[in-house]
């Protein structure tokens, strides 16, 4: 009598004998472990496969249905998974026994029906992801048969389990299965699918994700394909705001998810800014969420952070502006005859609304050191200014103003027109609230002028009257000078 019925647990022996025997063991513990240790090899896997070891092993899995075998059941899942890492042999024989059936039983009846936030069990739901991770890497038919069985129910059911160990094997299956352009993907951008990745999204949001796979997923459903705007919107509870892409101001205007899945959006963007091609679709998309999101400037206290700041709202409008910062960044380096992003995002009012809130703000603080002490010599005060709701605000409005000047005659001639070439120009200047601020303000100002024979005139030709001197300015060979009308800071060079 083995310790398998010790414990009250039935296993027929036709089952055990397999496994005493390959593993040289006389405990079913033991032999699992050993048989575990044994297919980490290729040699280990390939023997192990000859004696149809993985059969037997999804017959005891189907044997262990009680509460007590919860840790045989995970060593059996982790068997499985060595089994079927890289073994073609192992990986057919898992899909002709319908492991794929045993292991979705197996993780229904064990890990999700019965109280699902053990850790345990969570442990038994991520090895048999893992497990179905490796049998997806077969083939077409292998991701299919994992595909087929999961889809939608059983994928839904396992993403709203709120665990970091859970999230990264999901994101694994699901990927691996979509890959490439088949109907598997469409249906993952489908409205099934999309719920089953907005419930990925709120797990990492929570729980936090620690794999490239969720990154994986988000790049290829967001940035590669056009799933952004529906995934973001699918992410806002309709009791909180209805329509996310028709925003009303309000007080809450965003969740929390929905800034968490912009800023890995814009970390995703940033890590490959020089291997990706960005659609219209997702930049339209960005642009409308920034429109909506740009509200909170107008109710904000000065912030002493940068992102995420942990308002929903401000790191949505701070998300917003970094990932059109490098969308713009990106359609600079664009290949010729390829669509032009800028020019769409333009047209549709980028610059004017940027250019809008930039002059709203108050002025970068050496600047504002230089206007107060213009009005104590005058005695009079400036009208209230916008202030910046996360460090880094102005330097980011400043980088995407300066990367749609790049080499864009129309961006430049635009920039004048609207008055904003003294504006950029003040914002050559160092500002403890906006890190690198004058090193974007110089590349933008270079942006504006290079090969722009209006605007380097209007430069030259800036008369302004009264003027008050801060050494930090001088410095830099720069010089603060107050419109007497307007009481509005300028900045210009001395030189």
Avoid at 62 to 77: D, E, I, T
Avoid at 99 to 105: I, L, R, S
Wanted: proline letters at 3%; a negative charge; charged letters at 20%.
């Amino acid at each position: 009598m083995d310790d398998a019925t010790l414990s009250g647990i039935c296993v027929p022996k036709n089952i055990l004998q397999p496994l005493f025997n390959a593993s040289n063991s006389s405990t079913l513990e033991e032999s699992l472990t050993r048989l575990i240790e044994t297919a980490r090899g290729t040699d280990g896997r390939s023997d192990l496969a000859s004696k149809n070891i993985l059969t037997t092993v999804l017959q005891l899995c189907q044997s262990l249905s009680c509460p007590s075998s919860h840790h045989l059941v995970l060593l059996s899942l982790k068997l499985i998974r060595n089994l079927c890492a890289g073994e073609i042999i192992n990986q057919n024989t898992f899909i002709e026994q319908d492991g794929v059936g045993v292991v979705a039983n197996v993780l229904s009846s064990i890990a999700i029906a019965s109280d699902s936030n053990s850790s345990s069990n969570y442990g038994i739901v991520r090895m048999g992801l893992q497990l179905l991770g490796n049998v997806s890497l077969a083939g077409e038919e292998h991701r299919c048969a994992v595909w087929h069985r999961f889809f939608p129910l059983e994928f839904i059911e396992i993403s709203r389990l709120r665990s970091r160990e859970i999230c990264d094997p999901l994101s694994m299956v699901i990927y691996t299965c979509s890959k490439g352009k088949n109907r598997l993907f469409a249906q993952i951008c489908s409205d099934q699918g999309l719920a089953i990745l907005s419930e990925i999204v709120k797990t990492a949001s929570a729980a936090g994700f620690e794999e490239d796979w969720l990154k994986l997923l988000l790049s290829r459903i967001c940035l590669e394909e056009s799933q952004f705007a529906p995934l973001f919107s699918t992410l806002c509870p309709m009791g909180v705001s209805g329509n996310c892409n028709d925003v009303k101001p309000r007080v809450d205007l965003f969740v929390p998810e929905q800034a968490f899945l912009l800023s890995i959006v814009s970390e995703i963007l940033n890590e490959r800014i020089e291997d990706i091609t960005i659609s219209s679709d997702f930049a339209s998309s960005v642009l409308r969420i920034l429109k909506s999101a740009i509200v909170v400037v107008d109710s904000v206290t000065r912030q002493q952070s940068g992102l995420p700041t942990g308002s929903s709202d401000i790191d949505v409008l701070g998300y917003s502006l970094t990932i059109l910062r490098d969308i713009c960044a990106i359609d600079g380096l664009k290949q010729e005859g390829s669509v032009d992003i800028v020019d769409s995002l333009v047209s549709s009012g980028l610059l004017e609304l940027l250019l809008n809130i930039l002059d709203d703000l108050e002025p970068p603080s050496i600047i504002r050191k230089a206007f107060n002490q213009g009005e104590n010599k005058e005695g009079t005060t400036s009208n209230a200014r916008n202030l910046c709701p996360y460090k880094g605000f102005r330097r980011d409005i400043v980088a995407i103003i300066g990367n749609c000047a790049y080499r864009r005659k129309r961006v430049q001639d635009l920039i004048r027109q609207k008055n904003g070439i003294l504006l950029m120009l003040q914002q050559c200047v160092t500002d403890k609230d906006n890190p690198f601020l004058r090193e974007w303000g110089i590349w933008s100002a270079r942006n504006l002028l290079e090969g722009n024979v209006e605007n380097q005139c209007v430069v030259s030709e800036l008369e302004l009257q009264g003027s008050v001197d801060v050494p930090e300015l001088t410095g830099l060979g720069l010089r603060v000078e107050v419109d007497q009308k307007t009481r509005r800071a300028k900045l210009v060079n001395v030189s």
